[in-house]
């Protein structure tokens, strides 16, 4: 199987957009996840131990999303929000293949959580659309569409 591979720079550049909307909206945490559960970036506080389980959920909870707009005539939907008591979550798409996935919780507005992934995914979605036109690497993990290349 083969994947993109994302580079120190590239990693960088992703980390730096996922900080600047989790300083902008007063979320918690930020995961960039592939569709196949892969986690590609994670930042801002917590969740570092469940960080693959909440990205193999994320992938799961998506792709049984999709599938349900598809039953109601829709494509796909971009956007999935979840609230609870004390958290909320977010789920977006970018592009065809990467899940930006956000936790805040009750201080934060879901409404400012919403636009300012809106316009993060947005970023991303271009950053990921130039990956992929680079040249494919064999990927080590078969579920993978990207895979990162730290230094």
Known sequence: MMAYELTQTDCDTLTAELQ?????????????????????????????????????????????????????????FDSIVHQGKGKGLLMHAIGSDVVLFVVFNHEASPGLVKMYADRASRNLEAMFDEISQRVAVVARDVTATFQTHKL
């Open 20 to 76: 600047a909307m989790l300083d902008l909206s007063e979320a918690a945490v930020a995961i960039l996840c592939d569709r196949g559960g892969s986690v590609l970036i994670k930042e801002g506080v917590g969740f570092d131990d469940e960080q693959e389980l909440l990205a193999a959920l994320v992938a799961g909870s998506y792709a049984a999303t999709r599938e349900l707009a598809g039953v109601v005539g829709e494509r796909d």
